[in-house]
């Protein structure tokens, strides 16, 4: 069975500071045409970061969109030219103020694949030394937090724990610390 449409016209309907958006005229397999609203943000990175006492760090930052305070695995935009793997480490020193001594790359996932190109590569640090905080974003507010793994997970479960970078780095980091893969 075909699947694959083919893109016929793009037109940029929206352009802003942190994404695009664009209005796509596929060709569909039954050879119909349809419109795709396409969304085009920045790709960015998640971290767990977990200390050697069994304790994960997260953030609590106030989310606009949905209007609400979330506790969130530290994370960020990757910047013009940086890897992934670099913006890990600054999210970390910048938001938790923590340098990794190791970061193991646990996955990388799509946002929402139905109308975004954006993804967010998820990580694991370890090793984590304390350092100065120091935020390179001058509008961006939040509140480091240390709490028991387990009881981030339980969280998670309890559905207070909600966006899906969160959700899928504790399940991934989940399963590592039960098979002893960390």
């Not at 942190?18 to 971290?47: C, E, S």
């Not at 304790?55 to 606009?64: D, F, K, M, T």
């Not at 890897?83 to 990794?100: D, H, V, W």
């Not at 929402?112 to 190109?117: D, E, H, K, P, W």
């Amino acid at each position: 069975m075909r699947l694959r449409e083919e893109i016929l016209e793009r037109r940029v309907v929206y352009a802003g500071s942190y994404l695009t958006a664009q209005q796509v005229l596929v060709r569909l397999p039954d050879g119909n045409t349809t419109t795709r609203d396409i969304i085009q943000p920045p790709d960015a990175v998640a971290v767990v970061p977990l200390d050697g006492g069994g304790n994960i760090y997260l953030v609590r930052q106030y989310r606009p969109a949905i209007g609400r305070i979330l506790y969130e695995l530290p994370a960020g935009i990757i910047d013009h030219g940086e890897s992934p793997l670099r913006t890990a480490r600054r999210e970390c020193e910048e938001e938790i103020a923590m340098r990794p001594k190791r970061l193991k790359k646990l996955c990388t996932a799509y946002h929402a694949t139905g109308f975004s190109t954006g993804c967010v590569h998820i990580y694991v640090a370890m090793g984590l030394t304390p350092v100065r905080r120091k935020s390179s974003d001058a509008q961006e507010f939040v509140e480091p937090v240390r709490l028991s793994f387990a009881r981030a997970f339980r969280m998670a479960l309890a559905n207070r724990i909600v966006d899906a970078q969160s959700l899928i780095g504790l399940l991934w980091a989940k399963r590592l610390l039960k098979l002893g893969d960390l």
